[in-house]
Structures are given as C-alpha cells and as structure tokens.
C-alpha cells in the first residue's frame, strides 16, 4: 500500500475530510502573523483582503491555545486574529481538489506542522485527531512522522521561526479592516 504523505493526505481529502476544514466554522482557526500573510500574498498572487479575513478569537479558544502552546495566542495580540477565509462549505479557500494550492514554503506554519506542536515544556507532541489517516492505527508518533515525511527536527525548525514571526507580528501587527461575514 502506498503511504507517501501525498497519497495519504490526498485520500484523506478525497474523503471529505483532513485538516483543511472547519466543519464547525471558524471559531477553532489558528491566527496568521503578519509574515505568513506576506509568504501567502507573493505565492498566491491575491491582496490580503481576499484570503483573509480579521475578526476574534474567543477566550476560551484563546486559554486553549495557552495551555497547547503560549506561542498561538502570540499569533493574535488583544485576540484579534487574522485567519484564511474559508469557502461556503466551510473548506479553506486554498484547498483544491489534490490539497493545498499554495507552495508548501508559503503554507502557514501550523499547516506544516500539523498534527504536530510543541507543549509549552518543548516536547514534541500529537494533536490527536481519529480523522487524520496518517494517524490511524499508527503505532507511535514517529510513525506518523513518517507516513506524513516529516522528521522532529523539522517541526522543531518551524516552531522556531513561528516565534520569531509571532514577536514581529506582536511589534507590527497588519492592518486589515475588521470583517463580520462569516467566510
Ligand atoms: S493553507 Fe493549505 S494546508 Fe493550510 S489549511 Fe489551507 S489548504 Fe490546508
Ligand atoms: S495531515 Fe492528517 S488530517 Fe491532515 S490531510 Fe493529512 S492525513 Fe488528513
């Protein structure tokens, strides 16, 4: 059986399901810094405005990101968050029919360490997910690295440069006109 990260992430969109949907909107997405936004706009040929979109994250999604990793709500200073603008079928706007339509070098970070985070003592850890394929009936995390190509030292290198895109965006932080669609 095939199991290179392609093929499984490819299924795992095929199956109508996989970690570019909020099936239950987007109360629960991750922030963008200012950086991302930057990688985003240069690959995709899009202004800001038309992938993202600058609303709140609640507090309780908030004190949940504190608790994974104190490095998210960085992400979202005050709680205002600027987050990808998700397709009425509750899809990010990015996905396409084989996976995500942006170069992996200008995927959000989250994206590219998804299941993946650090807790706030450094340790690697999963975000345990029964739809994730990589992950079922995998039989330890370093399986699941493998099946998605990934390695800890990778994750470990992303997580890095989201601090520092985290305390930029803190110093500088867009400005992008406050939306209340629901997109
Ligand atoms: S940017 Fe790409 S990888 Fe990230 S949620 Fe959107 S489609 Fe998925
Ligand atoms: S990382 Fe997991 S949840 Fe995301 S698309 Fe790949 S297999 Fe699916």
């Known amino acids: 059986m095939l199991t290179s990260p392609e093929f499984i ?72 968050r600027l987050r990808l603008r998700l397709t009425p079928d509750h899809a990010c706007r990015f996905l396409g029919p084989e996976g995500c339509r942006l170069p992996l070098q200008a995927r959000p970070i989250y994206c590219r360490i998804y299941p993946f985070s650090l807790n706030p003592h450094g340790r690697l850890m999963v975000l345990r997910n029964p739809q994730c394929l990589a992950q079922q009936d995998a039989r330890s995390w370093r399986e699941v690295l493998k099946r998605l190509g990934m390695d800890e030292a990778g994750v470990r290198t992303l997580f890095a440069r989201l601090e520092e895109l985290a305390a930029e965006h803190q110093r500088h932080p867009p400005s992008l006109a406050p939306r209340t669609d629901p997109a």
Do not use: K, W, Y
């Open 9 to 80: 992430c490819a299924r795992c969109h095929a199956l109508g399901q996989g970690c570019c949907l909020a099936p239950e909107g987007p109360e629960r997405m991750f922030g963008l810094t200012a950086g991302e936004i930057a990688a985003i706009a240069a690959a995709s040929g899009l202004e800001p405005g038309e992938f993202l979109v600058a609303d709140r994250a609640t507090p309780d999604f908030l004190a949940f990101l504190a608790a994974l990793n104190p490095v998210f709500p960085r992400t979202m200073p005050g709680g205002r």
